[in-house]
Structure formats: C-alpha cells, structure tokens
C-alpha cells in the first residue's frame, strides 16, 4: 500500500467539527483511486461486465438466428424483440454490474482491517469518517467507469449494429440510474464492513440487500417498493422508457444514501483496529 502524508497549518483538534469529520479526506481519496487504477480488480470488473452485458443484448439476435436457421428451433414462438433499448435493457436487467460492485467492494475496509493498515492510517491526521468516506467515493467512482458507463458503450455498440441506434438520452438516464445503484451497493457492502469482519459476511448483507425487493415483492404492494433505495435501478430504466415514474424513488435513495452514510460515520467511531 502507498504510504499518504497529510499536511495542516493546524492540529486537527483546533478546526472546526465539520473539518475534523472530513479531515484527510482529499489525500485518501487519491491514495484510494491510485490503488483502484494500478490494481488489477478493476480490469476484471471492466472486462467481465462488459463480456457478459454485451453477450445478454445480443441473445435475440442469436434467438432469432436460431430460430431462422436451426430446423429443430423453426416455427417456434421465440417471442424475440428485436428493438434496440430493449436489447439494452435486457442486458441492464442481468445486474450484472451489481454483482460486480458488491465483490470488487466487500474487501476494501476487511482486508485493510486484516492487514493492519486501517489502524495504520487511522493514526495519521485523518478522521475516521474520511477513511470510510474516501473508500466510498473512490470506489463508487472507479466503479461507474468500469461496470457502468464502459460497459453500457459497448452494450448499446453492440444494440446498434444488431438492431438499430437505440435513443441516446435513454441510455444517460439508465447509465445514471446503473451509477446510483452502484453507489447504493458499495454504501451498503462498506456499512455492512463496520458491522462484521469478515468478507464472506459482508459480501452476504450486499447479496440480501440485493434480493429484498423479490423476497417482499409479494407481500407488499409496489406503492411500498418503491420507497426501497434498489428500485432506483427500475426508475431509471422507467423513465428512459418514457413511463410516468414520478419522483418517490430517486428521494427515497437519496434518503437511504445519507442514512447509510451517517450509520457508518458512526460505527466506524466505535470500530476496533
């Protein structure tokens, strides 16, 4: 790990209770998104979510392939949509991304835990919100990068020569929608890293967050689902739709977001290094 100096024209103790929070926050930052680019998870991320995003828009066109040249698949009611968004959003729906930023995330706070460096860099001028702060950040950022906004080009490259050009405002709103998802998922894996040490564990709270809207999908009516941070995803995807989405979703992630964000400013106070 890189070692990061912090400097201040004043102890840290003087300053203000929102500058001692955020103290060192800039530096960890760049420490933390200098580690994401040399290291090699995120080129497993980009590569892996692109691979699999791309195969999933194209599977009508292999349907439809299948279905025209294979005689034991011909006649058969394929139900193949050969629009381009759709095709995106068949490929948005794999959630494949998310997967991605639940195990590219889970070991940012364990492992340095396990390591000894967390305790090393919570000794330096630096708050213990920033550190955790500065995971988030840096990892939801690098994360957008490489399982979103790379893989949704080459998934709507792929829709385009495929079936057409799909709407270009679209695929911003479901690329935006995909980047808050994404933070969603990496705040939750970091909170659940305050709460258990092991990334197993942590990995496990990212899986049942994940899965919550289809275990309570029925028992409770969609008017309740949506005030639940993981329906962002489908917002999104509604509103580059064009359906009448409102605005429930996108406020109550918001809400959920600073939530989360203050639960683990506060567990990270208590954690033991």
């Given amino acids: 790990m890189t070692a990061t100096s912090v400097s201040s024209s004043e102890p840290i103790a003087r300053r203000s209770g929102a500058s001692v929070a955020l103290a060192g926050t800039r530096p960890l930052f760049r420490k933390d998104v200098g580690e994401w680019r040399h290291g090699v998870r995120l080129w497993v991320v980009l590569i892996v979510t692109s691979a699999f995003m791309a195969l999933a828009a194209a599977n009508s066109a292999i349907n439809q392939w299948v279905v025209a040249n294979v005689a034991e698949a011909q006649g058969q009611d394929a139900r193949i949509s050969l629009v381009p968004l759709d095709n ?10 998310i997967f991605a930023a639940i195990f590219a995330a889970m070991s940012l706070l364990v492992g340095e835990r396990d390591r000894g460096t967390l305790s090393w860099i919570a000794s330096k001028p630096v708050s213990r919100t920033s550190i955790w702060l500065s995971k988030f950040s840096s990892a939801t950022a690098m994360l957008w990068v490489a399982a979103a906004i790379v893989p949704m080009v080459i998934t709507a490259a792929v829709a385009t020569v495929l079936y057409g050009v799909p709407s270009i405002p679209a695929l911003i709103v479901i690329t935006l929608g995909m980047g808050a998802t994404i933070a969603l998922f990496v705040a939750v894996v970091l909170a659940g890293s305050t709460l258990v040490a092991s990334q197993p564990a942590v990995a496990a709270i990212g899986f049942a967050v994940l899965f919550l809207p289809a275990l309570l999908g029925g028992i409770l009516p969609s008017t309740v689902l949506q005030f639940l941070p ?18 429930v979703a996108p406020v109550a992630w918001l809400a959920w977001m600073i939530g989360i964000g203050v639960f683990s400013a506060r567990q990270m106070g208590r954690l033991e290094l």
Avoid at 89 to 96: D, E, H, L, P, T
Avoid at 230 to 247: F, K, R
């Fill in 230 to 247: 993981t329906s962002i995803l489908s917002w999104a995807v509604g509103l580059a739709g064009g359906a009448d989405v409102g605005y």
């Fill in 88 to 97: 995106v959003v068949i490929a948005v729906s794999s959630q494949v991304f």
